[in-house]
């Protein structure tokens, strides 16, 4: 892991009040805080951001897209998390890839989508500086999901559509869960979907806000 060097103890005090914030917030997983804690959040951003990574909101990453706010990210991995095993599990919407520098830590075996390259790649390094080995990057249209590598036991969706992509569903494993955020910029749910057999059962968590979940391959 990288250490805070060059950042300062301002940060170190930013880091200890955005986990105290987490908890406020009714984040209770020991190991999710504990990720959260060890992970940093700086070097998924720009220098000119860096001083911000702390705070607990969404940040610009570039190509019109953000890195997540901490408490989503913390919230859709406890949820994930404690309702099933993760041994194998898929993320749409690297981005930067700090959800899943987080899912990597829980999960034997993750397997992310993102379709912008430049960001897919960012991702990698991002990852690889971390140490994190177990993550299998994929430049393409998420909404398809990741068939040749499933059934997943979870999968988790960072980006918006306003309908769940049906492909989604099918590459559950038996006890699979899918999380995802739905809906419009206007307005969103966060949805939990769960595989019992044939059988899928649905629960809305939060109202959210997320990125737009587009068709296709970004041009640049
Ligand atoms: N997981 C990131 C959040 C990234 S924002 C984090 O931890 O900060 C959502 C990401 O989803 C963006 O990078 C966007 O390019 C990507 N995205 C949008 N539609 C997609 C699709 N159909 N397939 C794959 N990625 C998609």
């Known amino acids: 892991m990288q250490n805070l060097s060059g950042i300062g103890m ?21 190991q999710v805080l504990e990720i959260m804690r060890s992970t940093p959040r700086h070097i998924f951003l720009d220098e000119a951001l860096a001083h911000r990574a702390y705070e607990d909101v969404a940040l610009p990453i570039g190509h019109n897209q953000t890195i997540s706010q901490p408490y989503m990210v913390a919230r859709m991995s406890e949820a994930i998390a404690k309702t099933g095993t993760m041994t194998r599990v898929l993320e749409i919407g690297t981005g930067c890839g700090y959800q899943t520098a987080v899912i990597a830590q829980l999960a034997k075996k993750v397997f992310t989508v993102e379709r912008i390259k430049a960001l897919s790649e960012r991702a990698k390094k991002n990852l690889r500086a971390l140490g994190l080995r177990n993550i299998e990057f994929r430049h393409d249209d998420g909404s398809l999901g990741w068939a040749d590598r499933g059934p997943f036991d979870a999968i988790i969706t960072t980006a918006a559509p306003r309908q769940v992509p049906l492909e989604l569903p099918s590459q559950l494993a038996d006890g699979g869960r899918l999380i995802i955020p739905i809906g419009s910029d206007d307005y969103q749910e966060l949805k939990l979907i769960r595989r019992e057999g044939s059988q899928f059962t649905e629960q809305i968590l939060d109202k959210v806000r997320f990125v737009p979940l587009l068709a296709g391959l970004a041009q640049s």
């Open 10 to 30: 301002t940060s170190q005090r930013t880091r200890e009040r955005l986990l105290r914030r987490l908890m406020d917030q009714g984040i209770q997983s020991i």
